[in-house]
């Protein structure tokens, strides 16, 4: 179909026909920040085959430029439909919030912003403004999508990454209670964390879904709440309210690992008691 013709169809297939072109995308904001996943990075890797991320916020807009009519029409759907992905430490974001002279200010227009975020001992300050800064800066944004890979709490610095990603994600909660935000928890890599003659072989896949309890229960927690808000940004505060939540999840955590021992105990005496009396289960 000709320009001409697609032009000439009534307003609603052609609004019909620019959300399926143009809606719904995921991009990056500039070439500059194409590498939003972290190399080395195991959550990222297991991600990067349910989204794929090649296309910068000017590859969409791009096809916009080539008839004023389309640009006019697309335009809105683009910039209310599409995710921007930002990682690395934010690269791209003064980008979008000061673009060059042919792309226009999306960051009042932007409704889903994506960050991947990544915290290590040297941008912990880094990554805590900058997700705040992310979510003030686009004022119509609707969710703000935080894939949050953190390492794995096997020492005192790496369990407080959590206050790092707690701070803001309060400050935002309170500056904008609108503003939806839906947190995606995994680990960067996974490893043995310890072995016990009681509970057996301790790995970070057993430590996850804890961690990550920990880290919602902080957010909720008033003392952290009050700490994350006051003026002085009281660290010591916060990491108070950190220690005490983590200890009131170390009993529910043993609890489920002695399960789990339990389990395998009785699963194990199943198969002894099968080969003992020669049943032994279908194949």
Same mark, same amino acid.
């Given at each position: 179909?000709?320009?001409?013709?697609?032009?000439?169809?009534?307003?609603?297939?052609?609004?019909?026909?620019?959300?399926?072109?143009?809606?719904?995308?995921?991009?990056?904001?500039?070439?500059?920040?194409?590498?939003?996943?972290?190399?080395?990075?195991?959550?990222?890797?297991?991600?990067?085959?349910?989204?794929?991320?090649?296309?910068?916020?000017?590859?969409?807009?791009?096809?916009?430029?080539?008839?004023?009519?389309?640009?006019?029409?697309?335009?809105?759907?683009?910039?209310?439909? !599409?995710?921007?992905? +930002?990682?690395?430490?934010?690269?791209? =974001?003064? %980008? /979008? &919030?000061?673009?060059?002279?042919?792309?226009?200010?999306?960051?009042?227009?932007?409704?889903?912003?994506?960050?991947?975020?990544?915290?290590?001992?040297?941008?912990?300050?880094?990554?805590?403004?900058?997700?705040?800064?992310?979510?003030?800066?686009?004022?119509?944004?609707?969710?703000?999508?935080?894939?949050?890979?953190?390492?794995?709490?096997?020492?005192?610095?790496?369990?407080?990454?959590?206050?790092?990603?707690?701070?803001?994600?309060?400050?935002?909660?309170?500056?904008?209670?609108?503003?939806?935000?839906?947190?995606?928890?995994?680990?960067?890599?996974?490893?043995?964390?310890?072995?016990?003659?009681?509970?057996?072989?301790?790995? !970070?896949?057993?430590? +996850?879904?804890?961690?990550?309890?920990? =880290?919602? %229960? /902080? &957010?909720?927690?008033?003392?952290?709440?009050?700490?994350?808000?006051?003026?002085?940004?009281?660290?010591?505060?916060?990491?108070?309210?950190?220690?005490?939540?983590?200890?009131?999840?170390?009993?529910?955590?043993?609890?489920?690992?002695?399960?789990?021992?339990?389990?395998?105990?009785?699963?194990?005496?199943?198969?002894?008691?099968?080969?003992?009396?020669?049943?032994?289960?279908?194949?």
């Amino acid at each position: 179909m000709s320009t001409l013709h697609l032009l000439g169809l009534p307003s609603e297939i052609r609004n019909h026909i620019w959300d399926l072109a143009f809606g719904h995308q995921h991009v990056v904001a500039t070439p500059n920040a194409l590498r939003v996943y972290q190399l080395g990075c195991q959550a990222c890797e297991s991600s990067r085959g349910q989204c794929r991320l090649d296309k910068t916020w000017q590859d969409v807009f791009r096809p916009l430029l080539t008839c004023k009519q389309i640009f006019h029409e697309a335009i809105s759907i683009i910039q209310s439909s !599409t995710a921007i992905h +930002l990682g690395d430490g934010m690269k791209g =974001l003064d %980008d /979008l &919030i000061c673009p060059g002279r042919r792309l226009p200010s999306i960051n009042d227009k932007i409704r889903r912003l994506v960050l991947w975020v990544h915290i290590q001992d040297d941008n912990r300050f880094h990554w805590s403004e900058g997700i705040e800064q992310a979510g003030i800066a686009f004022s119509s944004l609707d969710e703000l999508i935080i894939h949050a890979h953190m390492r794995p709490p096997d020492s005192y610095e790496r369990l407080t990454d959590a206050v790092a990603l707690a701070t803001p994600t309060v400050r935002l909660g309170t500056r904008r209670p609108k503003l939806k935000i839906t947190l995606h928890f995994d680990y960067a890599y996974h490893e043995v964390m310890f072995d016990s003659p009681y509970l057996g072989e301790i790995t !970070t896949h057993d430590s +996850l879904e804890q961690h990550e309890l920990v =880290l919602r %229960d /902080l &957010i909720e927690d008033d003392a952290f709440v009050e700490a994350a808000l006051s003026r002085e940004d009281d660290e010591q505060a916060a990491t108070a309210a950190l220690l005490r939540v983590a200890r009131a999840h170390e009993q529910p955590w043993f609890e489920k690992l002695n399960r789990r021992r339990q389990e395998r105990l009785r699963l194990r005496e199943q198969m002894e008691a099968m080969e003992a009396s020669g049943n032994y289960p279908p194949v």
